[in-house]
T-cell receptor
Framework: AQTVTQSQPEMSVQEAETVTLSCTYDTSESNYYLFWYKQPPSRQMILVIRQEAYKQQNATENRFSVNFQKAAKSFSLKISDSQLGDTAMYFCAFILTVSGTYKYIFGTGTRLKVLA | NAGVTQTPKFQVLKTGQSMTLQCAQDMNHNSMYWYRQDPGMGLRLIYYSASEGTTDKGEVPNGYNVSRLNKREFSLRLESAAPSQTSVYFC???????????FGPGTRLTVT
């Protein structure tokens, strides 16, 4: 079965500090994409960062970076210099190709609170 | 550029009532998706449409029907609402050749 596991239901971090959210996944595919989405209280799903499985270099987007360990099937998100606006639910997801179309598998989410 | 829009934003139904959730995108995307989001469950795929005129079941299709009216619009219908369908519903779309989905703002549905 294809699954995504986020083992931290809730986390908190002090403003300006660094926090890492963990994600592990299970798939037999060799080529896939991984994503982190942010969902603030407004409910809007916002793409934070993505990683192609065939790329060894970890993706980075400003204060957001990932630690992608393909052999371990691990895809953690690091947020540096945390800001109050980073308070949100964060979802890890990956994509499968099923019958020629894409199917997304989401984790259950980590609720992050940034403290002033 | 509105992106993906959903109506209504909130809805309360009584058990057994029917309703249709509307979704439209103005990005000329071929693929569209309906998800439900429940506490502790993440997003689960209800139905998707790879192109105009085609629809397929996702992970949790029971109790729902969909219509891909045209390339822009993808509606989700609850024929006889049940309390188990209380959830937040998201519509998303994706351009062919891209892996990124664009999400609507969601509809919070309560069935009493």
């Amino acid at each position: 079965a294809q699954t995504v596991t986020q083992s931290q239901p809730e986390m908190s971090v002090q403003e300006a500090e660094t926090v890492t959210l963990s994600c592990t996944y299970d798939t037999s595919e060799s080529n896939y994409y991984l994503f982190w989405y942010k969902q603030p209280p407004s409910r809007q799903m916002i793409l934070v960062i993505r990683q192609e499985a065939y790329k060894q270099q970890n993706a980075t987007e400003n204060r957001f970076s990932v630690n992608f360990q393909k052999a371990a099937k691990s895809f953690s998100l690091k947020i540096s210099d945390s800001q109050l606006g980073d308070t949100a639910m964060y979802f890890c997801a990956f994509i499968l190709t099923v019958s020629g179309t894409y199917k997304y598998i989401f984790g259950t989410g980590t609720r992050l609170k940034v403290l002033a | 550029n509105a992106g993906v829009t959903q109506t209504p934003k909130f809805q309360v139904l009584k058990t057994g009532q029917s309703m249709t959730l509307q979704c439209a995108q103005d990005m000329n995307h071929n693929s569209m998706y309906w998800y439900r989001q429940d506490p502790g469950m993440g997003l689960r795929l209800i139905y998707y449409s790879a192109s105009e005129g085609t629809t397929d079941k996702g992970e949790v299709p029971n109790g729902y029907n969909v219509s891909r009216l045209n390339k822009r619009e993808f509606s989700l219908r609850l024929e006889s609402a049940a309390p188990s369908q209380t959830s937040v519903y998201f519509c998303a779309s994706r351009r062919t050749g891209s892996y990124e989905q664009y999400f609507g703002p969601g509809t919070r549905l309560t069935v009493t």
